[in-house]
């Protein structure tokens, strides 16, 4: 079955430091892999997107992704965290094979200290 | 930049009332979906829709709820009959055509109570 697995549920990292969320994805076919960002109380904000292509893909706001078939993984990262970058944040596969609706992991809520 | 509106922002409603949320996509897109968040869980997909039928819907998709395109522009999610367990957020989001992300709306909260 399709699902996306994001181990983290909390991550917590200071003000300037890097950051790695990690994703997961079950998917038998070429996975459409994206990453959304919401505030609380918000909506989803997309910040990168992989279709096809190179395996590193520039998004919104600093952050970067990279696509890695053999591992089945599509990890965010950011080199510097600022304060506002705290937030929840979704990756999601879309099933290509029909109607090309998302599966959605659970969320890694991100802390940022000052 | 074109983008997915919804209303209302947030609606209230008491137990087996029937809500209408309503979504107007981006006018040349073809392909509409509804999604549901509960508070503190995953965005879960509910149905997709196409060529002005329902293409697919997952299993939380039961007879109480339906969708409509009844003017072409806008697309609704109908409730017949709400349950405290409908309380989420409702995210709209619709698609251009094939390799096409999908754009979404900010989102209904809706409150059963």
């Known amino acids: ?51 096809s292509g190179d395996t590193l893909v520039q998004g919104i706001k600093g952050f970067e992704a990279e696509f890695k078939r053999s591992q089945s993984s599509f990890n965010l990262r950011k080199p510097s965290v600022h304060w506002s970058d705290a937030a929840e944040y979704f990756c999601a596969v879309a099933i290509t094979s029909g109607t090309y609706k998302y599966i959605f992991g659970t969320g890694t809520r991100l802390k940022v200290l000052a | ?78 409730i017949r009959s709400t349950k405290l367990e409908d309380s989420a957020m409702y995210f709209c989001a619709s698609r251009q055509g094939m390799g096409t992300e999908q754009y979404f709306g900010p989102g209904t909260r809706l409150t059963v109570t």
């Open chain 2, 1 to 78: 930049e074109p983008e997915v509106t919804q209303t209302p922002s947030h609606q209230v409603t008491q137990m087996g009332q029937e809500v209408i949320l309503r979504c107007v996509p981006i006018s040349n897109h073809l392909y509409f979906y509804w999604y549901r968040q509960i508070l503190g869980q995953k965005v879960e997909f509910l149905v997709s829709f196409y060529n002005n039928e329902i293409s697919e819907k997952s299993e939380i998709f039961d007879d109480q709820f339906s969708v409509e395109r009844p003017d072409g522009s806008n697309f609704t999610l109908k």
């Open chain 1, 1 to 51: 079955a399709q699902s996306v697995t994001q181990p983290d549920i909390h991550i917590t990292v200071s003000e300037g430091a890097s950051l790695e969320l990690r994703c997961n994805y079950s998917y038998g076919a070429t996975p459409y892999l994206f990453w959304y960002v919401q505030s609380p109380g918000q909506g989803l904000q997309l910040l990168l997107k992989y279709f």
